[in-house]
């Protein structure tokens, strides 16, 4: 069929916010990955700086990812209230006007909630909720989550949104190429210049105090 070159305007708000949401997760995925999978280098960084904030922001940052990665592929509705997900886009295209793509998406998305099944239990035991057997250690503990499985969910909602994107627009999204002007690289270069001014100022180099004016 001849592309529309133009959203279909019962998803196009949806897929719009969607879309904002994702390349959002990437940049934050970005951030995690640079400030706490990086080398023994930058760990030390950390721990010499500011360890117990960077660690309540390692948690915080990680659990929110988790959050909007579940959010995501929640149903189209949840007690009667509609949702913002990839379920609410399948469900508002017409299954007369675009059959195949409708087909095509729906697999995703099942291959989607695969990939997303640790993290939704991790949600809904830790997160959303504070499970009782989970905290007291009467059953199994939960999953840890791993990087594979944050990096597979991120690239299977990527394969969602451009197939859509390609269908309609004829065009890709490159999600994993989110730039930022400053990100964790940027964190960690002034924690550096921090350290090395403590140092000089420890070596008279620089007066005591200098910086307060």
């Not at 059953?139 to 990087?147: C, K």
């Not at 940027?186 to 620089?206: F, P």
Request: hydrophobic letters at 40%.
């Amino acid at each position: 069929m001849d592309q529309m070159k133009t959203l279909p305007e019962e998803i196009e708000s949806i897929v719009t916010l969607i879309k904002s949401e994702i390349v959002w997760l990437h940049g934050h995925w970005r951030i995690f990955q640079q400030l706490y999978v990086g080398t023994p280098e930058i760990i030390d960084v950390l721990n010499k700086t500011a360890s117990t904030y960077f660690y309540i922001t390692r948690e915080v940052l990680l659990n929110d990812i988790i959050i909007s990665l579940v959010r995501l592929t929640d149903k189209k509705s949840t007690l009667g209230y509609q949702n913002i997900s990839l379920d609410q886009i399948i469900n508002c295209l017409d299954e007369n006007q675009y059959p195949e793509l409708k087909a095509k998406l729906e697999e995703q998305l099942i291959t989607i909630n695969e990939l997303t099944k640790s993290l939704r239990n991790y949600r809904s035991k830790k997160l959303a909720h504070w499970d009782l057997e989970q905290a007291l250690k009467i059953v199994e503990p939960l999953e840890v989550i791993s990087l594979k499985m944050i990096n597979d969910v991120l690239e299977a909602l990527g394969i969602f949104m451009n197939d859509l994107e390609l269908f309609f627009l004829n065009s890709e999204t490159a999600y994993e190429a989110f730039a930022m002007r400053s990100n964790g690289k940027t964190i960690i270069t002034m924690l550096k210049k921090s350290l090395a001014y403590d140092k000089l100022e420890r070596q008279g180099v620089i007066e005591i105090g200098y910086w307060k004016r």
